[in-house]
C-alpha cells in the first residue's frame, strides 16, 4: 500500500507563502498520481491540484490558478504543493493524495491519503 505523510504547514499573513511536501513510501512513487485536497471546518473536502505521474500534467482549482503550484520529484519520491499569495479563504487541512488512475480530480478517484497538515492564513 502507499503511505503519505505531509508536513509544510503552518500560520501565514495573508500574501505569504508555504510550501507543502508530502513524502511517499510504498509501491515506485512514478506508478501513481498524486492530487492535493483541502478540508476547512464544517466544508466538504474540495479538490486543490493534480500531477500526473511523469509530472507532464498538472491540473488546478479556479480558486488557487495563478497563486498555487504543484511539483513532485520523483527521485525523492515527494509532491509538493507551493502556495503563494495566500489568502484567508486558503485556510484549511490540506491532505496529500495517491491513486493508480489517470486524471483524477475528484476526492473519489484516491484510494491513499496522508493525514493532513494545518495551514492557516491570518488576515
Known amino acids: 500500500q502507499v503511505q503519505l505523510v505531509e508536513s509544510g504547514g503552518g500560520l501565514v499573513q495573508a500574501g505569504g507563502s508555504l510550501r507543502l511536501s508530502c513524502a511517499a513510501s510504498?509501491?515506485?512513487?512514478?506508478?501513481?498520481?498524486l492530487g492535493w485536497f483541502r478540508q476547512a471546518p464544517g466544508k466538504d473536502r474540495e479538490f486543490v491540484a493534480v500531477?500526473?505521474?511523469?509530472?507532464?500534467?498538472?491540473n488546478y482549482a479556479d480558486s488557487v490558478k495563478g497563486r498555487f503550484a504543484i511539483s513532485r520529484d520523483n527521485a525523492k519520491n515527494t509532491v509538493y504543493l507551493q502556495m503563494n499569495s495566500l489568502k484567508p479563504e486558503d485556510t484549511a487541512a490540506y491532505y496529500c493524495?495517491?491513486?493508480?488512475?489517470?486524471?483524477?480530480?475528484?476526492?473519489?478517484?484516491?484510494?491513499?491519503w496522508g493525514q493532513g497538515t494545518q495551514v492557516t492564513v491570518s488576515s
Open positions: 493524495a495517491a491513486t493508480f488512475r489517470s486524471g483524477a480530480n475528484t476526492a473519489r478517484a484516491y484510494d491513499y
Open positions: 510504498g509501491p515506485p512513487f512514478i506508478t501513481y498520481t
Open positions: 500531477i500526473s505521474r511523469s509530472g507532464g500534467s498538472t
